[in-house]
């Protein structure tokens, strides 16, 4: 009896997480040119992510669509290369497509800073606001060179901290503490600045580098925390939403212009509704991942208004110094669309 009931707990602590369902396909089967196409899309997190959730409605919509004309092979994980390696690849026209966080790409689109400095995106509205409306849809066209064609916004996230060391309330425990970050120098300033000894590294090599103690901690949004099981070697976390971070759906010059202009529409809207529906799956999982977290024993500090705030006075002279470089202009808009949402 006592050994059942513990295998049932063990059960549902382990039980999978459950995802929304796919939605159906809406729209009519698009007339292409009589050609068949395969697109090659790789992305860097695992087959539990919401990222991959949305590949897979992508893959749903472009297939019946096209009525099979196009197919569409997923790969997940960093099967063929991380974020910075897909892009090359699209380069070189040796993959089809990829969606990497926007903060790796700043050395190629400098505007893609914003989405690092923290705390700018208050409320997921506020960053829907900025990726579908006016500014978004620019940074889509302006990311359209150099061998890419960008077509839509899904998201990564907030991010949060974990840590194999000890809890984490406020900037001071961060002292020396080796702290991962993304490829991006504003990241790497934010850890250097909260007393953090930051090292920048692909994702692709993180959880390695956290179970071998290269670094003592990382921060990602709790989905990818758990899809990518970083729990099993981080024990503590905090919930800091620090940065929100979105990811861009690239497209493979080479591989656009191939295709016939009505199917180069359909990927259009089809990146679209992947970004509704897998923004959707990541806000919906977010809460829920965050409680399984703690249900297997993660230690999660949750801080108060006034203990982020101390995070946040710590990170103004960040603010000061990116501005110039990424634009005031930008960050005021930004900034307006925030405040109009809180009247
Ligand atoms: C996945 C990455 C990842 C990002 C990072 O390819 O590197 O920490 O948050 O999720 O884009």
Known sequence: MAAALL????????AATEMPPLPDVTGDVVKGDGNDYNLKFNIGLTQSSAQYRGLEYFKKIVEQRSDDHIKVQT????????DLQSVSALQAGTLDMTAPSTSPMVSMFPQFAV??????????????????????QQMLKDASTKGLVAIG????????????????????DLDGLKVRTMQNPIHLDIWRTLGANPTPMSFAELFTALEQGVVDGQENPWITIESSKFNEVQPYATETNHVYTPFITLVSERTWN????????????????????????SRVMNDQIKQELKDDGM????????????FQQDLAPVYDDWRDKIGGDLIDRIRAESKVDSK
């Not at 295998?7 to 549902?12: A, D, P």
């Not at 989405?115 to 978004?136: H, N, S, Y």
């Not at 916004?153 to 001071?172: C, D, F, I, K, M």
């Not at 230690?299 to 101390?310: C, M, N, R, Y």
């Open 258 to 281: 191939r295709l016939p202009e009505s199917y180069q529409q359909l990927l259009r809207d089809a990146a679209k509704q992947m970004g509704d529906y897998e923004r959707h799956v």
């Open 153 to 172: 916004w899904s998201e990564n996230g907030y991010r949060q901290l974990t840590n194999s060391e000890h809890a984490v309330t406020s900037p001071a």
């Open 299 to 310: 230690k999660i500090t949750e801080l108060t208004p006034e203990q982020v705030a101390v």
């Open 115 to 136: 989405f690092d400095l923290p705390f700018l995106f208050p409320t997921p509205e506020i960053a829907d606001k900025v990726l579908d409306g006016d500014i978004g």
């Open 7 to 14: 295998s049932l707990t063990s059960l549902s602590a382990v």
């Open 75 to 82: 790969f997940h994980s960093a099967q063929l290369g991380d």
